[in-house]
C-alpha cells in the first residue's frame, strides 16, 4: 500500500499547492480568480471520490490478502 499513500500524499501536496496560489485572488480579478476558484472546488470534489475509493480498494485488497494468506497456509 505504499504506493497508494504515496499517491495521495502527492496529491494532497498538489492540492494544498492550489490552495495556497489561490489565497491571494480576488474575485473581482477580471473573473481569472472566480475561475481558478472554480477549478479547485472541482478538483477537491474529485479529489473526495478518489480518495473513497482508494479507501475502499485498499479494503477490498486488504481483505483478499488476508484470505490468500489463510488458503495458503500450511
Known amino acids: 500500500m505504499s504506493r497508494l499513500n504515496a499517491a495521495r500524499e502527492r496529491l494532497d501536496k498538489a492540492v494544498a ?15 481569472d480568480g472566480a475561475a481558478a476558484k472554480g ?22 485488497l486488504d481483505k483478499a490478502i488476508g484470505q490468500l494468506k489463510l488458503v495458503l497456509e500450511p
Open 17 to 31: 499547492r492550489l490552495e495556497k496560489a489561490l489565497e491571494g485572488l480576488d474575485d473581482s480579478d477580471s473573473g
Open 39 to 60: 477549478e479547485l472546488s472541482a478538483v477537491r470534489r474529485d479529489y473526495a471520490k478518489l480518495s473513497k475509493a482508494a479507501d475502499q480498494v485498499e479494503q477490498r
